[in-house]
């Protein structure tokens, strides 16, 4: 889950020349402490390298607001879809030892693999796994990890493009996925004969000597040192369960801490190179390059105050130019988990912010980490944090209306007769599997049978549309249920989309197409 960068670099004039030094510890203690309070985050973590050094590591706040353990530089967060890079740092040591090649086509390795067209799967390349212009729309497949406990496989997932629609040209336009990464995953397994877990702790996290990071939480023995993810949903913080590893972790599946993390960024600043001589080689600067250049042109959002000019995705990469410098990032998000790395390597700077909180860890990354870097690139102090205050109660507000309008009309339509018989039944969609319509307790119900948290009532809302109120509420993915009756009123179909347009885009609903299969 993703993931794209959160409400990242607001496009805002520089309106200031009061210029400022780089921020010291204390002042970076000052700056984040500030954030949680504003942005209601229970714990973060933050790393700043320089020059290949630790200039700054420190954990604040707490793992949980149930224990009150304080997080510390070693406690450990899921990075989400900052192990993409991990992924693509696999391929490029197999392409080193010359076991493949990024122009290789995927059924060369995973011959059972089957995109929406025959053009596309013939001629679909590693590296087209890794870049987000597949053609398929924003998240799709996701709906098959999220929410979590789902049923499907890694066979499943090698032919489920055929059923999607693409929404742009093969290699025209930026549509970032999760799935297809999962597909590289399963691609190194193929090719390295160890399992995607196995590959990233042998062949990176213990060669670093990321010795508290784990390619897998399943790995993990000792939990006392592991960050609860938290929620802000409902208006208070509370906790709810961790997201549990996908099939494989090639999407987002690594857990790791910041000083562990600062082995991984000093690494990608010299070029692949590490140990306390930098006499060993993770993987060549040739394959740095090739990740670090763009393959996926995306909207590069001028902002004068960076003087930007280009923006694209690398493999595992978001890249842009930032004051004349290459700047190479990303962020991950998983339920109650948000993260970013950054990156200016001719500054030879990296910061990394690992939080524990839905949703405002990602306003607070964005404005701890832009406060970091503007201080090294010798701007002046924008106040990133009272920016993105005012744009999370602008958003939030907003949404928040369109929401409570949704559940009124459906409040006020709740006496509205409806023949429940009409609806009832089993329902199919190619990819996603059986959807069942039932009566449960006197009220119309949907379930999911590959997806078992996905189920709650069915309640009116208008015309032939229903609002989903699902009984998993860790992440705001309440959805409509839009039925299409045939000439005597009888469902035939169903349509589904999100409720709130902040909905993560990982639930895909729009993806569906559920057909009745039976009477």
Not at 97 to 112: A, F, I, S
Request: with cysteine.
């Amino acid at each position: 889950m993703n993931k794209i960068k959160p409400i990242l670099l607001l496009s805002i004039a520089l309106l200031s020349t009061n210029i400022f030094a780089q921020l010291a510890p204390k002042q970076i203690d000052s700056l984040v402490q500030n954030a949680m309070e504003k942005f209601k985050v229970a714990g973060v973590a933050v790393l700043v390298v320089k020059d290949g050094k630790i200039i700054h590591e420190k954990g604040y706040g707490v793992k949980s607001v149930t224990t009150k353990l304080p997080v510390d530089e070693h406690t450990n967060f899921q990075i989400a879809s900052n192990s993409k890079a991990f992924t693509t740092a696999a391929l490029s040591i197999l392409i080193d030892e010359g076991k493949l090649n990024w122009k290789d086509k995927v059924t060369t390795y995973l011959p059972e693999f089957k995109m929406y067209n025959d053009y596309v799967t013939e001629n679909f390349l590693v590296e087209d796994l890794l870049c987000h212009r597949s053609g398929l729309g924003l998240g799709a497949g996701d709906l098959m990890d999220f929410p979590d406990g789902t049923d499907f496989t890694i066979k499943d997932k090698l032919t489920i493009f055929q059923h999607f629609k693409p929404t742009s040209n093969f290699r025209t336009q930026f549509d970032y996925d999760n799935q297809l990464y999962i597909i590289a995953g399963e691609l190194i397994a193929r090719v390295s004969g160890m399992t995607w877990e196995k590959f990233i702790q042998s062949r990176i996290l213990d060669p670093l000597q990321m010795i508290n990071s784990y390619s897998t939480q399943d790995n993990i023995k000792d939990l006392s040192n592991v960050a609860t993810p938290h929620t802000t949903e409902k208006g208070t913080i509370r906790t709810i369960t961790p997201f549990h590893d996908m099939i494989n972790g090639a999407a987002g599946g690594v857990v790791s801490n910041v000083d562990d993390m600062s082995k991984w960024i000093i690494a990608q600043l010299n070029k692949g190179k590490y140990g306390a001589n930098s006499d060993k080689q993770l993987f060549s600067e040739a394959r740095q390059k090739e990740m670090w250049t763009i393959h996926t042109v995306t909207d590069a959002n001028p902002n004068p105050r960076y003087n930007q000019h280009f923006a694209g995705y690398g493999l595992g990469w978001f890249l842009e130019d930032i004051k004349g410098n290459l700047q190479a990032s990303h962020t991950g998000g998983l339920p109650g988990m948000l993260t970013s790395v950054c990156m200016i390597p001719d500054l030879k700077l990296g910061v990394v912010i690992l939080t524990n909180t839905d949703s405002g860890g990602g306003a607070l990354f964005s404005a701890v980490q832009q406060t970091i870097i503007d201080s090294y690139l010798g701007l002046d102090n924008h106040g990133w944090i009272n920016e993105y205050v005012k744009y999370m109660e602008s958003n939030t507000s907003s949404v928040d209306s369109l929401v409570a309008k949704t559940w009124q009309t459906v409040e006020a339509a709740k006496k509205t007769k409806i023949n429940s018989a009409d609806y009832i039944g089993m329902y199919e969609d190619k990819w996603f599997g059986k959807v069942e319509i039932f009566i449960k307790e006197n009220q119309l119900w949907i379930k999911s049978l590959r997806s078992p948290k996905l189920n709650g009532p069915l309640r009116f809302y208008k015309a032939n549309t229903f609002a989903i109120k699902w009984e998993y509420q860790d992440l705001n993915c309440d959805a409509f249920a839009m039925f299409s009756l045939d000439e005597e009123g009888k469902a035939q179909s169903i349509k589904m989309k999100g409720i709130s347009p902040n909905i993560d885009f990982s639930f895909d609903f729009q993806d569906l197409d559920l057909q009745r299969i039976t009477k």
